[in-house]
T-cell receptor, first 110, second 114 residues
């Protein structure tokens, strides 16, 4: 079954510390992986896609097919990074049915 | 605001009543999605439209739920004979045909069934 697991409900770090938000997936085909973010009182929005191999707001994520992981990383956390982060996957052949994890709340303390 | 808009923002209803939500997608987007989110969970896919055609429905979508997108623009989601378990945030999203998986979400409709 297709599944996305985010093992941490809450991750708390100090400003300037490195951040790693974990995401593991279960999927037998060729998934596309995404990170979505929801800042306080804002809408859920796309942060980055694995296929783009881009860095957004200092965040990167590498798809590791051997470990079926797509962890989100940032070397130096900022207070404005505090938000809810959701990992999601999509069947590369589908039209956008995303399967989301339960989310990790990142809290960056000053 | 040219983003996805949803109406109403909040809905309180009694068990057994019918409710209808509306979603207006970004105007140039031909794909429209409905998701449901409960506390402590990520969004769960309900259904998807490409233009006016409903192309995919989740098994989560019981026969009490119906969605329409009659002219390929706005969409409605109706829940008949609401149950307390229907209490959730109902999210609408839209996307174009370009970037796969890049959904633009609305602010959602929070449903409370008493």
């Amino acid at each position: 079954a297709q599944r996305v697991t985010q093992p941490e409900k809450l991750l708390s770090v100090f400003k300037g510390a490195p951040v790693e938000l974990k995401c593991n997936y279960s999927y037998s085909g060729s998934p596309e992986l995404f990170w979505y973010v929801q800042y306080s009182r804002q809408r859920l929005q796309l942060l980055l896609r694995h296929i783009s191999r881009e860095s957004i707001k200092g965040f990167t994520a590498d798809l590791n097919k051997g470990e079926t992981s797509f962890h989100l990383k940032k070397p130096f956390a900022q207070e404005e990074d505090s938000a809810m982060y959701y990992c999601a996957l999509s069947d590369s052949g589908s039209q956008g049915n995303l399967i989301f994890g339960k989310g990790t709340k990142l809290s960056v303390k000053p | 605001d040219t983003g996805v808009s949803q109406d109403p923002r909040h809905k309180i209803t009694k068990r057994g009543q019918n409710v209808t939500f509306r979603c207006d997608p970004i105007s140039e987007h031909n794909r429209l999605y409905w998701y449901r989110q409960t506390l402590g969970q990520g969004p769960e896919f309900l259904t998807y439209f490409q233009n006016e055609a409903q192309l995919e429905k989740s098994r989560l979508l019981s026969d009490r739920f119906s969605a329409e997108r009659p002219k390929g623009s706005f969409s409605t989601l109706e829940i008949q004979r609401t149950e307390q378990g229907d209490s959730a945030m109902y999210l609408c999203a839209s996307s174009g045909t370009g970037v796969s998986g890049k959904l633009f979400f609305g602010s959602g409709t929070q449903l409370s069934v008493l």
